[in-house]
């Protein structure tokens, strides 16, 4: 909690309060539909979940779950494959693999 209220004053002081209010009215902008086509073009496939639901006119709270959803199961695969008596180059690649996945 102290480094986010540090790097919240750090903000502050080198752009000016004013910062805070471009993001609160940014914020309107990331949730909106629009700025999904924008961000990801047409015929291009997303690899994360949250703009996939988005871009299939899913709500935020939609795409919030799936994201969960997807994020602890590959979380509480990659408990048990590291528990196990699997190779470590296994254990590695499936690190690498489920980073990319959460």
Request: aromatic letters at 10%; charged letters at 10%; proline letters at 4%.
């Amino acid at each position: 909690m102290a480094i986010a209220v540090l790097l919240v004053l750090m903000a502050t002081l080198a752009f000016g309060p004013q910062v805070w209010e471009a993001f609160a009215a940014s914020t309107q902008f990331t949730r909106s539909r629009s700025c999904w086509r924008l961000a990801i073009p047409a015929g291009t496939r997303s690899r994360a979940y949250f703009p996939w639901v988005r871009m299939r006119r899913g709500s935020v709270a939609t795409a919030y779950t799936l994201q969960a959803a997807v994020t602890l199961a590959v979380g509480v695969t990659l408990i048990r494959l590291w528990r196990s008596t699997a190779p470590f180059a296994l254990k590695a690649a499936a690190l690498c693999l489920s980073a990319m996945l959460a």
